[in-house]
């Protein structure tokens, strides 16, 4: 599969790459997305709500990386597709509403399932209920009894840090040492650039259901994936971040940075009072507060501020130049890994890669690429096999 190159048209290397993966490796996928659709539940509302919440896209980005390398080592589709729903009952399906919720976030990519955050009481109840269907699936056969352990281990870890992150919102102690929260980020395990789990338990978890040993270095090198996930989505999400009450690691570098140290810490207290201001002023429907967060102009203002901060500053070109070395290192890492996982997870980094130069190419603006998902899978020969209702 062609590598991606800086200079690159990441726009374009987005598509083909995407429709190269798809139609290599999207068939269990989809086939996990009509399996999901067809899981019985006893109330026709919890029913109605476990249909909102299937998203073939998320499903395809999370589970890209272990449907791939199990492909590669001889795994039957089938078996695939089988390992992709109990996956899927037990993280995807569950986090992405609760990170959702937690966040007030809502991605262009992503469906907005409307009746999961309409209500938070709706999404904590299904996410019980997708968890125990998961458990009983999974203890149906030796092979999702081997996986469970592998999967709710690391999922574990996700929710709880998913849960600190939120209840550390809009503290402003945190802006008064930020030196400590750089190296927290840079060298903790607990570290937020380690709070996206998909790529270790999606891998680790089937590589336990097939009974394939993990190859040496391997959980290392998924540990440096998710950091890298983490440090170019926190380019794109800055505005989301620093709305919802986050010191995310650009802004800990500025505030770190003497020269607008200042200036960036009175910026980020005036953007926490006017968001808090948003937020109490609403209840607790996650997609109505989310626009009302992104149509605030005094919000927008603001954060055009901080974001010029940084740029000016170099901090955001610095954090780029991180990232942009850590997918180097991982890319030989994985050169010399046994090539039914280097060259699928090599393909994984690099359409991340090409979302940071998007980024910077659109000023650090998360702006949403001409092709659609629905576009890349009918361009890969996938048309109407990806669960839609």
């Not at 967060?293 to 740029?311: K, N, Q, S, Y």
């Not at 899978?377 to 109407?384: I, L, N, T, V």
Request: glycine share 6%; proline share 5%; charged share 25%.
């Amino acid at each position: 599969m062609k590598r991606f190159l800086p200079g690159t048209d990441p726009i374009d290397y987005d598509f083909r790459t995407t429709v190269d993966l798809l139609a290599r490796y999207g068939e269990p996928i989809f086939l996990a997305c009509r399996q999901l659709r067809e899981v019985d539940f006893l109330f026709p509302r919890m029913a109605l709500l476990h249909q909102d919440a299937i998203d073939p896209e998320l499903l395809f980005r999370q589970t890209l990386p272990s449907v791939a390398v199990g492909t590669r080592l001889g795994v039957e589709p089938s078996a695939l597709a089988e390992y992709v729903k109990i996956y899927a009952l037990g993280q995807t399906l569950v986090l992405n509403n609760m990170d959702r919720h937690l966040d007030l976030s809502a991605s262009y990519s992503l469906r907005d399932p409307a009746l999961l955050l309409a209500d938070v009481n709706s999404t904590m109840c299904f996410a019980v209920t997708s968890v125990l269907t998961m458990v009983r699936e999974a203890s149906l056969t030796p092979a999702g009894r081997r996986a469970l352990p592998v999967m709710a281990g690391v999922t574990a870890e996700i929710v709880q840090s998913m849960h600190d992150n939120y209840a550390g919102r809009f503290d402003l102690a945190a802006l008064d040492h930020p030196d400590t929260l750089v190296d927290w980020y840079r060298t903790n395990d607990r570290s937020r650039h380690l709070g996206s789990g998909f790529y270790t338990s999606g891998l680790l978890g089937l590589l336990a259901y097939v009974a394939q040993p993990v190859p040496e270095g391997l959980a290392e090198v998924l540990r440096k994936m998710r950091r890298l996930r983490q440090r170019v989505d926190e380019l794109a999400d800055l505005f989301e971040d620093t709305a919802t009450g986050l010191v995310s690691y650009p802004v800990a570098r500025g505030l770190a940075d003497l020269a607008v140290s200042l200036d960036l810490r009175m910026l980020v207290g005036q953007l926490w009072r006017r968001a808090r201001h948003v937020i109490d002023g609403r209840g607790r429907d996650a997609a109505e507060l989310n626009r009302a967060l992104v149509g605030d102009p005094e919000l927008i203002e603001v954060h055009r501020a901080v974001l010029e901060t940084l740029v000016s500053s170099g901090i955001m070109r610095e954090c780029r130049q991180e990232a942009d070395a850590l997918w180097s290192e991982i890319a030989l890492d994985l050169a010399a890994m046994d090539p039914r996982f280097g060259e699928p997870l090599t393909a994984v980094i690099d359409l991340k890669r090409a979302l940071l130069d998007r980024l910077e190419i659109n000023g650090w603006q998360d702006d949403p690429p001409p092709h659609t998902f629905l576009d890349m899978a009918e361009a890969a020969g996938m048309e109407g096999r990806h669960g839609e209702r």
